[in-house]
């Protein structure tokens, strides 16, 4: 008797456990529609549920509507290694700008997805600030992950970000698909997607219009795959800057592919820019190919002396007589 209620028991627990996606609406913790309200406190309470809980996957509801978001960080790691945020609707930031460097970012996770969603990082006033008296903060990134595994992220629009839109940094494996980036061509510092120190990350079919480099890539990222993206306006798809650190070792690049890539009035094209210093590093298994230009001002730039405005250069040639560009 006493093995069959056991029994039973480890079949109803089992029963719930695998029948149960749990769901997360913001609206239910808070959160309030109409670009009014910060909804900081609702997402952070949505998170925490999430990341603890036990069924998987989770998923976390951000419906339609506009939803004012000053700045938020979700930090793992999370018991839960399945967590989806369904987006409808527009995750927006403040009008102005403060010294933060993030607005979302997610560290030390694994298993997110992000489905959807319009993130309005609201930038034109920290831009006139660095188009006027420059004396402005560096600004935030709209959307980044650090020291996390296993992220997608799909059909997700990015506008206006204050810095760049979406930074990789410390992670592996991650896939970005069908995204769509959009901020001005005169928007200062504002790279579409940056990746660095990163392994197995895929970027794929995604528009790019940016006034900064549509995909910039660091030190210390290998197996990167990088299809069907169209760029432009923008600085093109970059390895680097490089080596900009002195006297420090730096991570090289490596195995990188880029391929049916359409730039559009874009200001360069493809290019490898390295600053001319004593870091040691390299770049090496690159391939760029079915590559369109149209209507681009430098197709392909391949820099070892690459020193902007020609300020601070460290003068130190690996090779001279290449092209300088910002
Ligand atoms: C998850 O639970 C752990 C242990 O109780 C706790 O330290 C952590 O802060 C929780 N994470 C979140 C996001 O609430
Ligand atoms: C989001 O949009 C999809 C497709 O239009 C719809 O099926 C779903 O119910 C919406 N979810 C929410 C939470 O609004
Ligand atoms: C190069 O990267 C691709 C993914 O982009 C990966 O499948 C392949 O195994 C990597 N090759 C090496 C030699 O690491």
């Not at 627990?13 to 009014?36: D, H, P, Q, R, V």
């Not at 935030?140 to 992950?145: D, M, R």
């Not at 070792?249 to 990188?256: A, F, S, T, Y």
């Not at 730039?301 to 130190?316: A, L, R, S, V």
């Amino acid at each position: 008797m006493a093995s069959q209620i056991t029994l039973l028991f480890y079949l109803l627990s089992f029963l719930s456990f695998s029948s149960t996606i749990s769901s997360y609406n913001i609206l239910n913790f808070g959160a309030k529609k109409g670009g009014n309200v910060d909804c900081v406190e609702a997402v952070i309470r949505a998170w925490k549920m999430a990341c603890n809980s036990s069924s998987s996957p989770a998923n976390i509801y951000i419906p339609d509507g506009v939803f004012l978001i000053s700045g938020v960080r979700f930090n793992g790691p999370c018991v839960n290694k399945k967590i989806n945020f369904m987006i409808n609707g527009t995750l927006m930031a403040p009008s102005g700008y403060t010294d933060s460097s993030e607005w979302f970012t997610f560290d030390t996770v694994e298993g997110i997805s992000i489905n959807g969603g319009v993130f309005n990082g609201r930038g034109s006033k920290l831009w006139d600030c660095k188009l006027g008296d420059k004396k402005c903060p560096r600004g935030a990134t709209s959307l980044e992950f650090t020291n996390s595994k296993d992220i997608e992220i799909r059909r997700l629009t990015s506008i206006d970000s204050e810095l760049f839109h979406i930074v990789i940094h410390r992670c592996d494996n991650v896939n970005l698909d069908g995204l769509n980036i959009v901020g001005p061509k005169w928007s200062p510092n504002t790279d579409g997607i940056h990746v660095q120190m990163s392994t197995k990350v895929n970027i794929r079919n995604t528009r790019i219009k940016t006034g900064d480099d549509c995909i910039s890539i660091g030190p210390g990222t290998s197996a990167l795959w990088i299809e069907r993206i169209i760029c432009g306006p923008g600085h093109g798809i970059s390895i680097g800057s490089l080596g900009k650190d002195e006297g420090l070792k730096e991570e090289g690049v490596h195995n990188v592919t880029v391929q049916n890539i359409l730039f559009l009035g874009s200001d360069n094209g493809l290019r490898i820019k390295t600053w001319g210093s004593n870091v040691e590093g390299y770049v090496k298994g690159i391939i760029f190919k079915h590559v369109v230009m149209n209507n681009v001002m430098n197709p392909i730039i391949i820099d070892q002396n690459y020193c902007p405005h020609n300020e601070h250069c460290p003068g130190k040639l690996s090779i001279s007589g290449t092209q300088r560009a910002t």
